[in-house]
Structure formats: structure tokens, C-alpha cells
Nanobody, 124 residues
Framework: QVQLVESGGGLVQARGSLRLSCAASGLAFSMYTMGWFRQAPGKEGEFVAAISRSDSATAYADSVKGRFTISRDNAKNTVYLQKNDLKPEDTAVYYC?????????????????WGQGTQVTVSS
């Protein structure tokens, strides 16, 4: 059974930083492309970032480019999202995702597995 468990969310002031972690189990982690989506209240889910299997390629939404960094540790079956210079509009539930496909596609239907999400609240 595949499980993706996010952690590291919380309340932070604007311009602060947070690092989200996602621990994966039940899958051959190094063979999966990993990603993060988010959903703010009253809005549709939004692609945030993704990283390829071999850590050779990353992709970011324009809204977070230059502020967020995705990384992975295949030895620990964990993917991270370092978030700097946070803004109130970054407030959302953040979801970890995984797909067995090699390509990075910023559409929810592309991704096979989802975590339960972790809340991030940025106060102004």
C-alpha cells in the first residue's frame, strides 16, 4: 500500500520560511517522479513543483519560482519543499504527489498517488 505522509506545515509570518517533507512508503521511490500541489480555500488545486526520478530535472509554478526549492533524498524515500519569502497567498493545504511516469506534467490527473495534505498558513 502506497503512503505519502506530509509534515512541516504550520503558521508562519510573511517573508518567513518553512520546509515541508513527504515520506513515501510502499513504492520504489527512486522510480517515481515526485511533486507538490496546493489548494487554497475556495480555489482549485494548483501545481507547485516537481522533481524527476534522478533529481536531474525540476519544474515550478511561476508563482513560486525563485522562492521554493524541491529536492529529494532517495536513500530516505523523502521529498522536500523548501519555501522561502512566504506570502499570504501561499496559504493553502499542500499535497505531496507521486507518479510512475517519467515526465513532469502539472495536471492533477497525471499523478498516481496523493498524500493527505499539510496546512500552511502565512500571516501578513
Amino acid at each position: 500500500q502506497v503512503q505519502l505522509v506530509e509534515s512541516g506545515g504550520g503558521l508562519v509570518q510573511a517573508r518567513g520560511s518553512l520546509r515541508l517533507s513527504c515520506a513515501a512508503s510502499g513504492l520504489a521511490f527512486s522510480m517515481y517522479t515526485m511533486g507538490w500541489f496546493r489548494q487554497a480555500p475556495g480555489k482549485e488545486g494548483e501545481f507547485v513543483a516537481a522533481i524527476s526520478r534522478s533529481d536531474s530535472a525540476t519544474a515550478y509554478a511561476d508563482s513560486v519560482k525563485g522562492r521554493f526549492t524541491i529536492s529529494r533524498d532517495n536513500a530516505k524515500n523523502t521529498v522536500y519543499l523548501q519555501k522561502n519569502d512566504l506570502k499570504p497567498e501561499d496559504t493553502a493545504v499542500y499535497y505531496c504527489t507521486a507518479t510512475g511516469r517519467a515526465a513532469i506534467v502539472p495536471r492533477q490527473v497525471w499523478w498516481d498517488y496523493w498524500g493527505q495534505g499539510t496546512q500552511v498558513t502565512v500571516s501578513s
